[in-house]
């Protein structure tokens, strides 16, 4: 006869407890963002170091220095791009002015980054249901990822700060301890400032993309403020309408004061209590009501290429206007910035090794090298439109998006060749748009740069982002996955390198290494069109493997 | 030498089609052919190679042996070719959340080539789908409807469906079997991978069943029927007589009180003769069920995962 035995495991239930389930998506959280937080802490630990280092080395003697950091405290253009001085000529002054105005950026975009993530992008990813299904309410759950932000700001601080102290205890440096740990406060204030304007976003706006949007807007405002206010002596009052300026007022090296930390708390608390708050809705709902339905608009769905732009136009328009904008600020500020340039010698060290090529011209062309310099962050800026772009084109085949189109009558080929071109168009017009505005608003100051030199410089600035496209298409080809790693890995890495061999000598075949390192710093110096021409084609090789591997390869989803 | 009017009444057809990844077997040494205009379905435990076998003859991966063809192509070869001829609905699409409905059917229109405007109208009434709300507020089901409506109103030569009514309820499920017979009527070949047992029993003219990366068994339902066993019920006034289980061919002897319930394979005159030595008070023979022949394919041992049967 048959008998069906039953495994003592379906009668006999033994549920394992599990602590305090509420907190699961803290815990969750910020075990990612910990992560993370705790890289980016380093990185700043390490930048601190570069500018002790820095500090020592960028002038061949105390008086030079002395000279050197005389005139950049009073040059209007790098306090829009880094921020007021105080005690300059002080070590303490130095780091304070430019780590702070470095780092406070990337803690800046890195919180409202990880709480639209955490927050809208979990939910539009349809995982916060499942969570939601718990132990939890929706309110809960919000304030449980909130304190995983906290813990990742917290992890930042604690590198931070042990770094900072570490390098302060140097006999060559002297900064005190809690002048090192006030200092890393002042790092993460930013972050935890802008993790939680990302996370009323992600409460205000109906998907990620438009809550990091709304973030990035209020960011730029901010940073435009602060740059207007510090560069602008009648208007120095705007330096106090922004976050970033707050942050800056705290100058943790060089008298700090702290009082500076109430307006930062009191919106940081502000946000975070208005987030629990907004956050007793209806799932998938937002603030800002998008409607729920619309008359059907068919134009841009015919190709796969004018469907990307479709999909991603309000991101570029956003790019083009942010080159605009910062190339019409920093073009006003040519003239006055490159008379302060002029006088000085030894800017090279300052600006890091990028300028080398320009140190012969310094005294004749102080405006050009200002612009130089402003192409040179245009330039990172452009490699990291594409770094972002090419993160997307990854997702929507990890995703599955790109398997609705491949399995009609679009080739792959098709398909990664208007992505590509539309990014390579992007990049394009960044760059022009970028020398256009930032020769117009020169040009209102007769500052004497040609409309010629500008473009040219818009046009060498786009270079390395198109390497760093082939780059990207290659590694889509060969190794899919780590796509996005690849292209953010190398603009990071060409920005330590360019920040460590200002202050160290770096071996040249590690220097080689950098995407930024052999452009010439186009308007300082003439264009060399014999690399540029090298970049492209090194990365239109870099792409036609690329793009030839990715037709034949499987598609690889998430 | 294969004939051009073979090729042409083969839909699908694979040789030694295999996918390893790595160490794990997706699917190995597939040899399978679907004529044009039948419906055949695709029956599997989860894992078993059903999705792979789908996107190897997409060709949106490549096999590791082997090769698949569509209508006479080669699926890695002529793909734009071979996607010309067929329409696919996955499980579960990611579909863009920012755009209507009405937005998604036409870019998926535009991207298949053609469409049947009507046809994709009679489909939206069919399916009582509204089309201009924005593709994030849809359900699951509704972002199914879709792929549906997108997939059958393109008129594809070959439709292949993965588990196409996961998240539609039981009315639009009818819908989508009406289609279906609709798409063969038409001439249109279907190849149907499904849980859902009833609906590939009362769709599918053959069904191929697929086991951990192989092909299991395909036929007719009734071809495999007839090499299944047939399920005999009796009651009897008094305890039901304990030879059944040495008679050759009976298995799968469950006695509950007076009743008796057993499976015979082959000839059923030696059982017979067993229970009507018994008098029986009723007897009852039926042929298996599409899920009772997937069962007894996988064995009940593979089916519960938290028992075991002795």
């Known amino acids: 006869m048959t008998s069906i035995k039953v495994a003592d495991a379906a009668i006999s239930p033994q549920l394992t407890s599990y602590a305090r389930p509420q907190l699961a998506t803290a815990r969750f959280t910020g075990r990612r963002i910990m992560r993370t937080g705790a890289l980016w802490g380093l990185v700043f630990g390490i930048y601190v170091y570069d500018n002790a280092v820095a500090y020592h080395t960028i002038a061949a003697s105390a008086a030079q220095r002395e000279r050197l950091l005389a005139t950049m405290a009073s040059n209007a253009g790098l306090k829009a791009l880094l921020g007021d001085t105080r005690r300059i000529t002080t070590l303490g002054g130095f780091t304070d002015w430019r780590a702070i105005g470095v780092t406070t950026l990337v803690a800046s975009i890195w919180g409202l980054l990880a709480a639209t993530k955490a927050l809208r992008g979990e939910e539009s990813a349809g995982r916060w249901e499942v969570i939601l299904a718990g132990q939890t309410t929706q309110r809960r759950a919000t304030a449980g990822v909130l304190a995983g932000l906290g813990a990742g700001v917290l992890i930042m601080y604690v590198v931070t700060a042990l770094l900072t102290i570490a390098v302060g205890a140097r006999p060559s440096v002297g900064i005190g301890p809690g002048a090192s740990m006030f200092f890393a406060v002042a790092v993460v204030a930013a972050a935890a400032t802008f993790a939680a304007i990302g996370a009323v976003a992600s409460e205000l706006m109906p998907t990620r993309s438009r809550a990091a949007g709304l973030s990035a807007a209020v960011f730029g405002t901010a940073f435009m403020l602060r740059a207007l206010g510090d560069s602008t002596s009648s208007a120095h009052w705007l330096v106090y309408a922004s976050p970033l300026g707050w942050v800056e007022q705290l100058h943790p090296l060089t008298g700090a004061q702290p009082l500076w930390l109430l307006p930062i708390a009191g919106l940081v608390a502000t946000c975070g209590v208005a987030t629990v708050l907004l956050a007793d809705r209806d799932l998938g709902a937002s603030m800002l009501a998008d409607s729920a339905t619309a008359q059907a608009r068919t134009a841009m769905l015919g190709s796969p290429a004018l469907f990307a732009l479709r999909m991603s136009r309000a991101l570029i328009a956003s790019w083009l206007a942010a080159a605009v904008v910062a190339g019409l600020l920093y073009g006003s500020l040519a003239k006055s910035t490159g008379r302060a340039f002029a006088s000085s010698g030894s800017l090279r060290r300052f600006t890091g090794t990028l300028t080398h090529v320009a140190q012969h011209q310094l005294q004749l062309a102080g405006t050009r090298v200002f612009a130089g310099v402003v192409f040179l962050i245009l330039m990172t800026l452009i490699m990291a439109f594409v770094a972002s772009a090419m993160g997307q084109v990854r997702e929507d085949e990890a995703e599955g998006y790109l398997d609705n189109l491949i399995v009609r009558t679009v080739s792959r080929q098709r398909w990664l060749a208007g992505r590509a071109g539309l990014i390579l168009a992007v990049l394009a017009a960044v760059g022009m748009l970028g020398g256009l505005a930032f020769w117009a608003a020169a040009a209102s100051q007769h500052a004497g740069l040609t409309f010629r030199e500008l473009l040219f410089a818009g046009t060498n600035s786009t270079a390395p982002a198109a390497l760093l496209l082939g780059i990207g298409v290659l590694t889509l080809g060969f190794v899919p996955r780590l796509t996005s790693v690849a292209c953010w890995g190398l603009l990071a890495w060409g920005f330590l390198l360019d920040m460590l061999g200002s202050a160290i000598k770096v071996n040249h075949w590690v220097m080689d290494t950098s995407l930024l390192y052999h452009l010439a710093l186009a308007p300082a110096v003439n264009p060399d069109w014999e690399i540029v021409g090298i970049y492209v084609a090194i990365g239109c090789a870099a792409a036609l493997l690329g793009g030839w591997q990715f037709t034949r390869r499987d598609l690889q989803s998430s | ?310």
């Open chain 2, 1 to 310: 030498m294969e004939t051009s009017a073979r090729k042409a009444n083969t839909a699908v057809r694979t040789e030694h089609l295999s996918k390893h990844y790595g160490a794990v077997i997706g699917l190995e040494d597939l040899n399978l052919e679907v004529n044009a205009g039948e419906v055949v379905g695709y029956l599997g435990p989860n894992g078993a190679g059903k999705t792979t076998t789908i996107r190897l003859l997409l060709g949106l991966i490549k096999p590791t042996f082997g090769r698949a063809e569509i209508f006479g192509m080669d699926v890695q070869r002529d793909k734009i070719a071979v996607h010309a001829e067929i329409a696919y609905v996955p499980g579960e699409a990611t579909l863009w959340p920012s755009l209507t409905g009405a937005e998604t059917l036409h870019l998926l229109a535009s991207m298949h080539g053609e469409t049947d405007v009507a046809y994709r109208d009679l489909l939206i009434k069919r399916f009582d789908f509204d089309t201009s709300r924005k593709v994030r507020t849809y359900s699951k089901g509704n972002r199914q409807k879709i792929n549906l409506i997108a997939a059958l109103a393109c008129r594809a030569r070959l439709l292949i469906f993965d588990e196409p009514t996961a998240g539609l309820d039981p009315l639009m499920e009818q819908a989508f079997r009406e289609s279906v017979l609709e798409a063969r009527d038409n001439g249109q070949t279907v190849f149907l991978s499904s849980h859902v047992l009833s609906e590939a029993e009362a769709l599918c003219d053959r069904i191929a069943i697929v086991r951990a990366g192989r092909l299991a068994e395909i036929g007719t339902l009734a071809q495999m029927r007839q090499l299944s066993a047939v399920t005999v019920e009796a009651s009897f006034p008094g305890p039901p007589p304990s030879a059944v289980d040495r008679v050759p061919g009976v298995s799968a002897v469950q006695v509950a009180g007076h009743h008796l319930t057993c499976q015979v394979r082959g000839s059923i005159d030696g059982l017979l003769t067993v229970l009507a030595a018994a008098h029986p008070e009723t007897l009852l023979s039926r042929e298996p069920s599409l899920e009772e022949l997937f069962l007894s394919i996988y064995g009940e041992q593979e089916h519960r995962n938290n028992g075991a049967v002795s």
